[in-house]
């Protein structure tokens, strides 16, 4: 079974300074990864996905994660964090071609001090 | 365009008591889920209907829970008998065709709260 891990329920950074949430799958198959991010009281909005076309994955507002298969991680930055990027940002995955269901990760929530 | 709407945003319903909740998908998305987002499980997958095909219940925690897609389009999740541990947020999703690689859009969820 396919799994996700996000290290860290919560992270704090200072407004400008980097941003760096992880997330290692398990998977016996190359997954599709998908990051997304929640804001209070809202649904769920796709950062970025990954699918193969490119290791490294550019998303919207700034961010960007890296496909890493030795290490089986999907890590999302942003350079110089904002106050807007406070949220809660979840890992997701599906297996496969065929695979429709998303599986997440806990999340993690990232508060930005100013 | 419209987004996946959900309604209501939110319902607060006595323990015994049932509930419909109902999802609205982008219009031509073919793919409609339900998951549901409580504290101690984190987002789980509950449901899962692509076109005229058969549904996946695979992620429905009991009896108490089903759900239906009329005409390829709007869904209602129904539980029944709620309990308290049904209190949670409940997300529906859509995309617009099957594959991994198809993102899923998603609604600002429905609130249930069991007393």
């Known amino acids: 079974a396919q799994s996700v891990t996000q290290l860290g329920s919560h992270v704090s950074v200072s407004e400008g300074a980097l941003v760096l949430l992880r997330c290692n799958y398990s998977?016996?198959?190359?997954?599709?990864l998908f990051w997304y991010v929640q804001y209070p009281n809202q649904g769920l909005q796709l950062l970025l996905k990954y699918t193969s076309a490119a290791t490294l994955v550019k998303g919207i507002n700034g961010f960007e994660a890296e496909f890493k298969k030795s290490e089986t991680s999907f890590h999302l930055t942003k350079p110089s964090a904002h106050m807007s990027d406070a949220a809660e940002y979840f890992c997701a995955v599906k297996r496969g071609q065929g695979a429709q269901k998303l599986v997440f990760g806990q999340g993690t929530r990232l508060t930005i001090n100013p | 365009g419209a987004g996946v709407s959900q309604s209501p945003s939110n319902k607060v319903t006595e323990k015994g008591k049932d509930v419909e909740l109902r999802c609205d998908p982008i219009s031509g998305h073919t793919a409609l889920y339900w998951y549901r987002q409580s504290l101690g499980q984190g987002l789980e997958f509950l449901i899962y209907?692509?076109?005229?095909?058969?549904?996946?219940k695979s992620g429905l925690p009991s009896d108490r829970f089903s759900a239906e897609r009329t005409g390829g389009s709007v869904s209602t999740l129904t539980i029944q008998r709620t309990q308290q541990e049904d209190s949670a947020v409940y997300l529906c999703?859509?995309?617009?065709?099957?594959?991994?690689?198809?993102?899923?859009?998603f609604g600002p969820g429905t609130r249930l709260t069991v007393l």
């Open positions: 998977s016996s198959v190359p997954p599709y």
């Open positions: 999703a859509s995309s617009l065709a099957v594959g991994g690689r198809n993102e899923q859009f």
């Open positions: 209907f692509q076109g005229n095909s058969a549904p996946d």
